[in-house]
């Protein structure tokens, strides 16, 4: 298992990911006292290669990892894309393209809407995935092995999934609408907002001045 805590162990994996043709990405955060998220992993796997990246490393500089997600040759690949989006849409500064988001293809192969990604890997790839570590604090350090190896899976079992959905949705001619139905993630309209205009998103109840101002602090 490659744990990544040095810009250049980043960099060094990044040039190597640079030919892949797609990678699949996901994070783990944490978001309880924050608006933003805090980034506490990066887990990527390219066909040949997978690692975890350690945003919290001292020193580490993401700048290649950001660069491979700005390459819209490589397609990203995620499951139930939104939140790890945003947080890219925050570090890179725009939306990372192409997508491909496995939660809205499988809702084109038969799979209903949302459909997580437990029952997605048990479903396509017929393996039943560990619960165990799902409310990790993630921002802990260390991290123990089976805390890592479950993150590590979202990724690897992400990119065994993609290849047979992008065949069998080719094979009954539903890519186009999938990709009709990904580009609605990639306004970024969806991720550019403040925390002191994030008040504007809740549904008030009533319209006091006591009350909004109540609504602005809680958002912010």
Known sequence: MKIITTTDSLAKFCKNAQSAPFIALDTEFMRERTFYSQLCLIQMATPDDECIIDPMASGIDLSPFL????????EKVMHAARQDMEIFY??????????????IAAMA???GENVGYLALVKGRLAIN?????????????????????????????LRDLYP???RELNAKDRMAWVREEMSGQMDSELYDFEPDRAWKRLKPRMFRQDYLAAMKAAAA
Request: net charge neutral; hydrophobic share 40%.
């Open 90 to 103: 925050k570090l890179l500064g725009k939306v990372p393209a192409p997508l491909f988001d496995t939660q």
């Open 164 to 166: 047979g959905m992008v």
């Open 67 to 74: 660069a491979l997600l700005a390459d819209e040759r490589i």
């Open 109 to 111: 192969l038969g799979f």
């Open 129 to 157: 995935l560990d619960k165990g570590a799902r409310f990790t604090d993630w921002s802990r350090r260390p991290l123990s092995e089976h805390q890592l190896s479950y993150a590590l899976g979202d990724v690897t079992h």
